[in-house]
Every structure is written in C-alpha cells, then in structure tokens.
C-alpha cells in the first residue's frame, strides 16, 4: 500500500485490523540472546521490509506490546457505538 501510494483496500483493512502489535513477537528484534538462528529468516524479512525508523520504533514497541483480548475490544467498541461513535470515523 505505502509502495503504491494507496490507502488499504477492505480486504486488507482486514488483515491489519487483526494485528496485535509486535509483542507477541520480541524475538523478530532481539539480536543478543542466541536466538538468532531460530529467528534470523523472520527478523531479516522484517528489517527490510522496514525502513530504519520504522524498525526503530517497532522495536521500542516490544516491551510495551499487550495483546487485548477480543472480548475486551468488542466490550470497548460496544461503548463507543452508544457514545454514537460509528465505523469508518
């Protein structure tokens, strides 16, 4: 999308939506414990698919990182819809 200077298409609105931030994944930017093979295919996609800002932050991410549940974000969406906030705003 960004390559092509597009905004995201439904579908892939989709897919994003589903991202849990990169919590879930702190090996992809761990270079010091020994896990560098197991991990070295991934976190080398990522760092080039990433420009160095981006990888930058990402990274400062991972401590910080919390899966919510989905039973919790449809409670909060829940709220927000009575609070007359609706999709697409």
């Known amino acids: 999308m960004e390559a092509d200077g597009r905004p995201a298409t439904i579908e892939e ?3 994003l939506a589903r991202y849990t931030g990169w919590g879930a994944m702190p090996a992809v930017f ?3 414990t020994g896990r560098y093979d197991e991990w070295n295919e991934v ?3 990522v760092k080039f698919l990433m420009t160095d800002e ?10 910080n990182a919390h ?3 989905p039973l919790v974000i449809n409670g909060i969406w829940s709220a927000m ?9």
Not at 54 to 63: K, P
Not at 81 to 89: I, L, S
């Open 13 to 15: 609105k989709h897919i």
């Open 30 to 32: 761990d270079y010091m």
């Open 43 to 45: 976190r080398d996609t």
């Open 54 to 63: 981006e990888h930058r932050t990402a990274s400062g991410s991972i401590a």
């Open 67 to 69: 899966y919510t549940s």
């Open 81 to 89: 819809e009575r609070f007359g906030v609706k999709a697409g705003m």
